[in-house]
């Protein structure tokens, strides 16, 4: 190899760099409107709450960012009785729709094949004085499709005493992006045992007419790398390292 190959590689590595764009978070989902409407995970005496303390909504996802970064959830946990809950770990999974039919034939098809996950530990919602807050699930770019189920889940499944899950969303329709079906939620737990609800959540609330299916979300996510500018760093990168480690092979002595 010429010697000054090397020092004629590096504008057009450098080029490259500069005119690759630079990836920016765009929001792809967003039901963030919401009220203090707690749906929790777990029987909590209101009747005909369907089984399951897997929750979720089936969404599509605007625009053409896949790159999933973040997806921030309200969620929080109600102490009836004035005493301390454990510390949580509450995760979010996002599913193809491509598992079995819904039970009642209303929201597609169930969460089947797992994308991937977020898993958040925390003590904040402990004490019988917490209130709701944000969380953030981070995905660190995990490329998606254009659309999935989301489902939350949590370590600790509520009871009468104690409630845990999502804040419902006054946004019956997304602010962006859509659901396919309507303003359905998702219960289960197993694959094949979804099935979605469009009464439970408000009736739980008192029938407040401001209640939606949808779990208060807001995902951002950002573009994949262009693919040609991508595989010519990659392929500046290799040829470099093995330019400089038969380099480095040259100039060890004999017999080391």
């Not at 039901?31 to 005909?48: K, Y």
């Not at 996002?94 to 079995?100: A, T, V």
């Not at 953030?136 to 499709?145: A, E, K, S, Y």
């Not at 845990?164 to 602010?175: A, C, H, K, R, W």
Request: charge should be negative.
């Amino acid at each position: 190899m010429p010697r000054g190959f090397l020092g004629a590689c590096a504008p057009v590595v450098l080029t490259l760099l500069l005119t690759v764009p630079v990836a920016r978070a765009a929001v792809i989902y967003d039901t963030q409107d919401h009220g203090f409407n707690l749906v929790p995970n777990a029987d909590d005496g209101t009747p005909g709450r369907p089984p399951g303390s897997r929750m979720g909504n089936t969404v599509i996802f605007a625009g053409t960012e896949r790159a999933l970064d973040t997806v921030m959830l309200q969620y929080g946990t109600y102490h009836r009785d004035g005493q301390p809950s454990p510390t949580q770990t509450i995760t979010l999974s996002l599913y193809l729709p491509d598992g079995e039919d819904d039970v009642i034939g209303l929201n597609g098809r169930q969460p089947g094949t797992l994308i991937g996950s977020s898993s958040i530990t925390t003590k904040q919602f402990n004490a019988p004085a917490s209130i709701p807050n944000t969380l953030t699930f981070n995905f660190g770019g995990l490329v998606v499709p254009d659309s999935v189920v989301v489902i939350v889940s949590s370590s600790f499944i509520g009871n009468s005493n104690t409630l845990t899950g999502f804040i419902s969303s006054s946004d019956f329709e997304p602010n962006l992006g859509s659901n396919p079906y309507g303003d359905r939620l998702w219960f289960g737990d197993d694959p094949g045992t979804f099935f979605s609800d469009d009464f439970w959540s408000r009736f739980d609330g008192n029938n407040d007419p401001n209640i939606s299916n949808n779990m208060t979300m807001l995902i951002q996510a950002h573009d994949l790398p262009e693919p040609t500018a991508a595989a010519m760093l990659v392929g500046f990168g290799m040829l470099l390292l093995g330019r400089g480690r038969r380099r480095r092979r040259r100039r060890t002595p004999a017999g080391r």
